[in-house]
């Protein structure tokens, strides 16, 4: 069972910024960032893969959020810049066991508790 921990959420202007960050109690092949807005799906944010170290970004937040780790505390990170209203949501950190296959919530079995995101206009 993998546990992972999110922590970085607050309260934001709208073009300011914010780095989440997820703590994972083991390593996994994948790694996700998701967000999930009331009323609405949660959708994904960012992935990443160990195994050729590639990325996925969702056009809605592409060139504005960049995903990253550091390997040696098995901590991920989401820096998000210029955020905008719209990005307003809970923000979870998931974990898959396979090293291949889309960005998309099916495929990321352990799941942090979230950490909420508030961007102000």
């Known amino acids: 069972q993998v546990q992972l921990v999110e922590s970085g959420g607050g309260s934001v202007e709208a073009g300011g910024s914010l780095r989440l960050s997820c703590v994972a109690s083991?390593?996994?092949?994948?790694m996700g960032w998701f967000r999930q807005a009331p009323g609405k799906e949660r959708e994904p944010v960012a992935c990443?893969?160990?195994?050729?170290?590639?990325?996925y970004y969702a056009d809605s937040v592409k060139g504005r959020f960049t995903i990253s780790q550091d390997n040696s505390k098995r901590t991920h990170y989401l820096q998000m810049s210029n955020v905008k209203p719209e990005d307003t949501a809970m923000y979870y950190c998931?974990?898959?066991?396979?090293?291949?296959?889309?960005?998309?919530?099916?495929?990321?079995?352990?799941w942090g508790q979230g950490t909420h995101v508030n961007v102000s206009s």
């Open positions: 998931a974990a898959g066991d396979s090293p291949y296959g889309m960005c998309v919530v099916a495929f990321h079995t352990y």
């Open positions: 083991t390593d996994t092949p994948r």
């Open positions: 990443w893969y160990r195994i050729d170290d590639s990325t």
